[in-house]
């Protein structure tokens, strides 16, 4: 498994030192959807003159090792003078990659390593499902992770916090969209789904040891407005006879079931959740909640179809009794030729549509010249990924 972050100088056959990695730091890591994101590139031994360069990390599926082709931004091109970039109303998972560059002819640093922003919200062209659906699982645990959307191939990703990324080939067996894992690791680790240009919601998935006490709490974040049903778990499946269930450490009930049920979860019971019972106390996940009033593609035309319908419906009698009031009138004969047309057959066919339709956060440089470099020619970078090492 590769680190993120590392700076290696490696030496050459002529005994030249080849430069460091710079380092691309995102803020923040876990989106609210339409957020501004801030990315940071840090160079060894800043000094003037330096340009810098930002990239979409693009998956490539043709390498079971995992790669990604580097795009470069808008106003990227020939580099920006500020080590930092702001991209506005990100909404999805995506990767990021930086580098910088400086003199004439250019002299580049490496590519830093790809770091990434996510976003927990379900998406209809790409959407990760995690069976059971839980956050804590033990290790001892066989998980599922699959991927849905439009495409017909898949890889899972994993970003082991706080600095290692690896695919499913690597920890566990990719079965058509499915990633099968028998043993989940003694870990706090994000999940999401790649396919081409796209990125699926992310998971936050932690494992823990058989004689741990669990939280039951949702992998996807709770819909304002519906219910979300948390429990607690002990691996020798007993019943537990006394259990209390924590709100950012403040206690919100103590009974004897192993559950607990919000009817209508609202923005105010985002938190941390953890329970305790039998002498043992889980480790605490975040809850979040997904606000009714932030309006996806889908849901949009029906919110809005059902205003239009009634308009429709206000404003057509009236049309009709003008209309129908111009016809009568001999004086104004030119007007009832214009005025048999107040139904023209798009509106027809409009009005038919409308009647029938009744959802945190965690450099030397080296000389790249020649039709490889992006920057030169193509503006793709195919970059292999070392394979990892299983840890």
């Not at 106003?75 to 580098?99: E, F, K, M």
């Not at 006394?242 to 919000?262: A, G, H, L, P, W």
């Amino acid at each position: 498994m590769k680190e993120f972050g590392q700076k290696h100088n490696k030496v050459t056959k002529n005994n030249t030192i080849s430069p460091p990695e710079p380092v691309l730091r995102v803020s923040p890591w876990w989106l609210s959807p339409g957020a501004s994101v801030t990315l940071s590139c840090e160079v060894e031994h800043v000094s003037a003159g330096w340009s810098f360069y930002w990239y979409k990390a693009v998956p490539d599926l043709s390498h079971k090792s995992g790669s990604y082709s580097y795009e470069l931004l808008p106003a990227s091109s020939n580099g920006t003078a500020d080590n930092s970039y702001i991209i506005h109303g990100q909404t999805h998972t995506a990767g990021y990659v930086c580098r910088a560059g400086r003199g004439e002819p250019h002299f580049y640093t490496l590519y830093s390593q790809p770091h990434f922003v996510w976003s927990g919200d379900l998406h209809p062209s790409a959407s990760l499902s995690v069976s059971p659906d839980r956050v804590q699982h033990f290790t001892s645990d066989s998980v599922s992770l699959s991927c849905e959307g439009n495409s017909a191939e898949w890889r899972v990703s994993r970003f082991l916090l706080p600095d290692f990324l690896s695919f499913c080939s690597d920890w566990g067996t990719m079965n058509g969209s499915t990633c099968h894992v028998q043993k989940i690791q003694s870990s706090n680790a994000v999940y999401w789904c790649e396919s081409g240009s796209a990125f699926s919601n992310a998971v936050n998935i932690t494992g823990h040891y058989d004689d741990e006490l669990l939280l039951l709490s949702p992998v996807h974040p709770g819909t304002e407005g519906h219910s979300v049903t948390l429990g607690c778990k002990l691996r020798t499946e007993n019943l537990l006879s006394k259990v209390f269930f924590y709100q950012n450490d403040t206690i919100i009930q103590s009974e004897s079931r192993v559950e607990m049920i919000i009817p209508a979860v609202s923005k105010s019971h985002e938190g941390f959740y953890k329970c305790q019972s039998s002498g043992k106390e889980s480790p605490q996940s975040w809850l979040a909640v997904t606000s009714t009033s932030r309006l996806d593609s889908s849901s949009f035309p029906v919110l809005v179809v059902g205003p239009v319908c009634v308009f429709l419906l206000m404003i057509f009698p009236l049309m009709f009794y003008f209309c129908k009031k111009s016809k009568d009138s001999s004086s104004i004969s030119r007007s009832v030729e214009q005025n048999q047309n107040c139904f023209p057959d798009e509106i027809d066919a409009q009005h038919n549509t409308y009647a029938s339709l009744l959802h945190g956060d965690v450099a030397l440089y080296e000389s790249l010249r020649g039709p490889e470099d992006p920057e030169i020619n193509p503006e793709y970078a195919n970059i292999e990924w070392e394979r990892f090492h299983r840890r």
